[in-house]
């Protein structure tokens, strides 16, 4: 998640992208309210995500798809969207002209017309990607009942309940995690290669804003590096753009300068992984590989699958089943993947152990936010009140804390995790 603008639980004007919940009939989350607070075991949680079903022969023959797209090709975000979409038209046996792709629509009554359009253009279902597209898509819902509206990132379906608008994210922050371990092994490798000492074994992330979809995601990815490099710390430069390659190449050599060893990013553009490449430093991507740009310094990059909420979306469309209000795709369901390690740049065994962590997270023996792990201003974080059902004044809600670890994308799907956790710096906090 991502796009978000102006959501979620704040520490730092974080927000939190939302979904949840991944049940058909319901279709959305329940909870018991008390003073403001939800325990934890009052919630219902996000259930494994939806996939789809079966469809009779022909069945898919009349369907239309729209997407809207913040960016286009050029942005590794939209890009991974649409090709998301392209494989799932491909598994469903959509032809062209049943897909009709928007792209460039900023986050203003632009998004609403360019819905209307779609619905004009005789789509049956209309997909977004950018968080700021939320309060049009749904204007657009609530106008258009006969289509479905699938909003990436949102917060707002399963509180509103409007009945042909949904949110989906996936739980990607494993997937940071996973990425993570393979940054922490090459800081290992450097270490003992004599390159940096144990004390030096910092990494730089580029951050598009402080919300909680970024916060969610460095901490995942910076959690994934000390658990087996335990002396890691890293240090965060945002940027204030989702896609500014000017700035976040910047921002990547301002951490490079600062004596980070290895950056990853949160950011939509080629810029820190060209300057990695430019500098000879190690980089972790996202959304997909850039090896073929960068052959001497990328490692792996992780990145959400859309194709199976695509093709769930719009099979429950053509068989006449609800779509759930809020959706969480996981590794389980192909939502969350990592591209293939570059043995040129990672260390030795990566692959191996990354298929070792992924197989304890997928059975439960691994937790990303476990609480054992990390500490807060020196201390265990044993409470935590999340906001999940997001409100104007950002108010937190819901016990995040279950069963010894942070329970995030499990009460909606989008991210709400947003602690600043010790061993993390962040290097300017205005955005």
């Not at 087996?228 to 976040?248: I, L, R």
């Not at 906001?387 to 499990?410: C, M, Y």
């Amino acid at each position: 998640m991502k796009k978000i603008v102006a959501l979620g639980m704040s520490a730092m004007m974080v927000l939190g992208l939302a979904a949840c919940s991944g049940t058909d009939e319901a279709a959305t989350t329940t909870a018991a309210s008390n003073d403001n607070t939800k325990a934890a075991a009052d919630v219902t949680t996000v259930a494994d995500a939806e996939t789809a079903g079966t469809v009779e022969e022909g069945a898919m023959d009349d369907v239309k798809v729209g997407l809207i797209c913040l960016h286009d090709e050029n942005s590794t975000y939209d890009l991974n969207f649409i090709n998301g979409l392209k494989e799932a038209a491909t598994n469903l046996g959509l032809s062209d002209d049943q897909v009709v792709i928007k792209t460039n629509i900023p986050e203003t009554s632009d998004c609403y017309e360019a819905a209307l359009d779609l619905v004009d253009a005789g789509c049956d279902i209309i997909f977004a990607d950018s968080f700021g597209h939320e309060q049009f898509i749904l204007q657009a819902a609530e106008e258009n009942p006969d289509v479905e509206f699938c909003h990436a990132t949102g917060t707002l379906a399963h509180t509103e309940e409007v009945a042909n608008f949904h949110n989906a994210f996936a739980s990607i922050y494993e997937g940071r995690y996973l990425a993570g371990v393979a940054a922490g092994l090459k800081l290992n490798e450097m270490i003992d290669a004599g390159k940096i000492t144990a004390d030096e074994a910092l990494m730089g992330y580029v951050g598009a804003y402080t919300y909680a979809e970024v916060i969610s995601g460095y901490t995942s990815f910076y959690l994934g590096a000390k658990s087996v490099c335990p002396s890691v710390t890293m240090k965060v430069q945002f940027t204030g753009s989702w896609y500014d390659e000017t700035a976040e190449k910047e921002a990547a050599n301002t951490l490079i300068n600062a004596g980070c060893v290895l950056i990853s990013q949160h950011a939509d553009s080629m810029g820190a992984p060209t300057a990695c490449e430019e500098a000879g430093v190690p980089n972790v991507s996202y959304n997909g590989s850039t090896v073929s740009a960068c052959p001497n310094t990328f490692i792996v990059s992780s990145r959400i699958n859309w194709a199976p909420y695509y093709e769930y979306a719009v099979t429950s469309v053509v068989n006449d089943t609800a779509i759930a209000y809020d959706w969480v795709g996981t590794i389980s369901t192909g939502s969350v993947i990592l591209t293939d390690v570059n043995t040129k740049a990672a260390a030795e065994g990566t692959q191996a152990k990354i298929d070792e962590v992924k197989a304890g997270l997928l059975d439960g023996s691994v937790k990303v936010f476990d609480t054992t792990t990390f500490t807060v201003d020196g201390a265990a974080l044993t409470t935590y009140l999340a906001d999940v059902d997001t409100d104007d004044a950002f108010t937190p809600d819901t016990e995040a804390i279950v069963d010894g670890a942070f329970a995030e994308s499990t009460f909606r799907s989008a991210p709400y995790f947003n602690v600043n956790i010790d061993g993390i710096e962040l290097l300017n906090t205005m955005f």
